[in-house]
């Protein structure tokens, strides 16, 4: 499975490919994570809340290849991106287990990953590197393999990621 | 005297480590305080009562790495607020996370630290907490309090400094305490620990 995830319309069509999905978070109604643990210890797998979100991340967790589209606020996922990812951890358990000697959750069914974040808007290099360090974070939690990161502006984003997704094709 | 404006950005801020967290530091400090929440209205109302105080301090869980989001949508909204204010409190953060790394909070740290630059602030001080979901319930309580209090005391002295603290345990340890932890919480609900491993999703 593949899954480009944006937070912004963008001219893809996956419907007559069996194998990949294209998400647009803007046109989903995603509310923000409560912190209750529902997912993890009264319904496992399953968020409490019955929004967009548990449609997203089931998909999340079986794709093999990602691209996450995102801007940028602060060094990190602007919040349409920062919101949907942290609904994603009912594909965790409670459990914790040693991921290269620092603490993570067991995943559930979730293959490994191989990941591309495109981050774009006007992006100092700081904040680069910021995402950087944040990225190579989330590798651990959210079972990337491996991961690429791509700064680009706003006027180019469209470019970029056509480009990456032709690159999938031939893989 | 100046005061202190303590902020919650936890989602859960009612039930929340973070609300315990800045209880401490409200009974701690020697500077007048006051606890807020942030809730999904009140964004401008604390906006506008932060300039009524010296220093801020957030106090919240590291989620999914970073910011999370409920406080990531106040600093947006407090970032226009701000463009229009002359007046800057001193920024303080509390930040708790579930693991037992305490500098898993880092990147989170280096986050606020590029919002108080590109908003002129001047970051205070910074207590980074590890295994932040379960000590309050453990005899490494009196650890937090004593860090608690060094916070407290360099917000009144403007000695700003990072703290950091997590529990004494081998990671073997951690794990096998956090996983009985989970059981029990599972156990509250009526839900086993083969009902919370199951490895299906939805
Ligand atoms: C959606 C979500 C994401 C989380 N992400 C992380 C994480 O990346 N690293 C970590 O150590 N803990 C993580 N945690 C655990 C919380 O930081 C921890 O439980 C904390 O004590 C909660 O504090 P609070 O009660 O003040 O909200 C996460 C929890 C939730 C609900």
């Known amino acids: 499975m593949k899954l480009v995830l944006s937070d912004t319309a963008l001219p893809l069509d996956f ?10 978070l803007d046109e989903l109604k995603i509310a923000t994570c409560i912190g209750c643990f529902g997912c993890w210890t009264k319904t496992p797998s399953k968020c409490v809340i019955r929004d967009d979100a548990t449609k997203v991340y089931p ?4 794709s093999e290849h990602v691209i996450y589209v995102s801007k940028l606020q602060y060094g990190g996922y602007d919040l349409p991106m920062k919101t949907m990812l942290e609904r994603a951890i009912p594909t965790q358990q409670a459990f914790i287990r040693l991921v290269d000697g620092e603490a993570h959750h067991v995943q559930r069914n979730v293959p490994l990953k191989a990941a591309t974040i495109i981050a774009y808007g006007n992006i100092c290099q700081q ?3 910021i995402f950087e360090r944040l990225v190579a974070r989330n590798a651990h939690n959210m079972n990337f393999a491996s991961v690429r990161v791509i700064f680009t502006s706003e006027a180019q984003l469209e470019t970029v990621v056509m480009e990456e997704v032709a690159a999938w094709k031939k893989s | 005297m100046e005061k202190i404006l303590i902020i919650n950005g936890s989602p859960r801020a009612k039930k929340s480590n973070s609300k315990q967290y800045g209880e401490l530091l409200a009974s701690y400090a020697q500077l007048e305080s006051e606890t807020v929440v942030i809730t999904k209205r009140n964004h ?8 009524e105080y010296e220093h801020v301090v957030f106090v919240f869980p590291l989620y999914a790495d970073s910011i999370p989001a409920t ?7 407090w970032e226009q607020h701000l463009t229009a204010q002359t007046s800057r409190p001193y920024f303080h953060a509390i930040v708790n996370c579930g693991f037992i790394e305490a500098m898993q909070n880092d990147v989170c740290i280096e986050m606020l630290q590029f919002f108080c630059q590109k908003n002129k602030l001047e970051m205070g001080s910074v207590l980074s907490i590890g295994s932040g979901e379960a000590i309050l319930g453990t005899p490494f309580k009196v650890f937090v309090q004593w860090k608690i209090r060094q916070f407290a005391r360099s917000l009144t002295q403007h000695r700003f400094k990072k703290y950091e603290i997590t529990m004494p345990l081998t990671k073997k340890m951690y794990i096998k305490a956090s996983t009985q932890y989970w059981i029990n919480y599972g156990k509250r609900n009526g839900v086993t620990q083969a009902e919370m491993a199951t490895m299906t999703i939805e």
């Open chain 1, 127 to 129: 904040e680069q590197a």
């Open chain 2, 71 to 77: 406080l990531l949508q106040f600093l947006i909204v």
């Open chain 2, 44 to 51: 401008a109302e604390i906006c506008q009562k932060i300039t």
């Open chain 1, 59 to 62: 998909i999340i967790a079986k």
């Open chain 1, 15 to 24: 419907s007559q490919q069996a194998d990949a999905s294209y998400i647009n």
